[in-house]
């Protein structure tokens, strides 16, 4: 696969340690896509909404709403979830309230292990539309998944529950989630880090785990953050010596300097050791001299992300109406 076309899959989840801007970086391929007339979905797992004012357009709330064209965008919860889940399978929402809104119902609910994650996974699944054709399937959805801590769980919950269920509509329905979670056909999970010691410890251990578990395929890995660089490595000993033997006017400059390169050089070391330990193609996003806040930026990032001139499809088959 080259890393244009696992940035075209069905279902991509983003995921990295929390602060490496992983919200950026998916809602810069979800601009992107949606700029190739892609009609995508910008998938924001329960968290305070991110994308909202990185886009420019009100909060993202539960409801998904278009926000550019061929861009929509939503900020799913677990109550939500299983709200939408409960009224496609009751159909009815005077037999949903009876049954769901009931307090001892709700109640009981809450002490479901990792219902709130299976319902919101399904919810992304849903909208990828495996062996469904309606209006409410996307070509792309972009999941913003949870940081790492939480993120392996949100990948894996399909997969635990389809293996621990009893016979039923539960368990079917979680076999077909972990079956599209694992199939590299039509999901990649991309790895945010930052050049720094404790992301990319954090990045190596988590793309491993990725793999050796199979809990999803990998897609690219990013380099968050990283340069520009004015100084080559050997640029390091030559300012500690200027440092050193200047005028005292002239030594808070040349250690500015110095630290600067020093910063640089461990920010190379820190990306050749990430390419070294990882099966991945990575990428590096440069740090913007402003904050992501503005659709132009986030276009900028989707820009290097995926190759200008390449095609909007085509790069792969959809996969998608072969059934789950």
């Not at 910008?42 to 420019?56: I, K, P």
């Not at 009815?92 to 309230?97: E, H, K, M, T």
């Amino acid at each position: 696969m080259t890393t244009s076309a696992s940035l075209r899959r069905s279902l991509q989840i983003v995921t990295g340690k929390g602060g490496v801007g992983k919200s950026a970086v998916a809602a810069a391929i979800a601009w992107r896509l949606a700029r190739e007339g892609r009609r995508t979905l910008l998938f924001q797992v329960n968290a305070a909404d991110a994308h909202g004012s990185m886009l420019g357009v009100d909060p993202i709330v539960e409801v998904e709403r278009e926000i550019a064209p061929h861009l929509w965008a939503v900020n799913s919860t677990p109550a939500a979830a299983l709200r939408e889940y409960g009224l496609l399978t009751l159909r009815l929402r005077a037999i949903y309230n009876a049954v769901f809104e009931n307090r001892l119902v709700k109640s009981f609910l809450r002490f479901v292990p990792s219902l709130g994650e299976l319902n919101m996974l399904g919810k992304a699944w849903y909208h990828v539309g495996v062996g469904r054709d309606a209006p409410d399937v996307f070509d792309h959805v972009v999941v913003d998944a949870p940081s790492t801590g939480h993120g392996l769980p949100f990948l894996n919950v399909a997969r635990v529950v389809a293996e621990g269920a009893l016979p039923g509509p539960l368990k079917s329905q979680a076999e077909a989630m972990a079956r599209t979670v694992q199939d590299p056909r039509l999901t990649a999970v991309h790895v945010v880090s930052l050049p720094e010691p404790m992301a990319v410890e954090e990045s190596i251990e988590l793309l491993q785990r990725l793999s050796s578990e199979r809990i999803a395929p990998l897609g690219i890995g990013v380099v968050n953050r990283y340069g520009p660089h004015l100084f080559a490595d050997d640029d390091l000993g030559r300012y500690e010596r200027l440092r050193d033997q200047a005028a005292p006017a002239l030594r808070p400059v040349l250690q500015a300097a110095w630290l600067r390169a020093r910063r640089e050089r461990q920010e190379r070391e820190l990306r050749d050791r990430l390419l070294a330990s990882t099966p991945v193609v990575w990428q590096a996003l440069p740090d913007l001299v402003e904050p992501v806040t503005r659709r132009e930026q986030i276009g900028q990032l989707g820009d290097l992300l995926i190759e200008p001139g390449s095609k909007a499809s085509g790069d792969e088959p959809d996969h998608r109406r072969a059934g789950a």
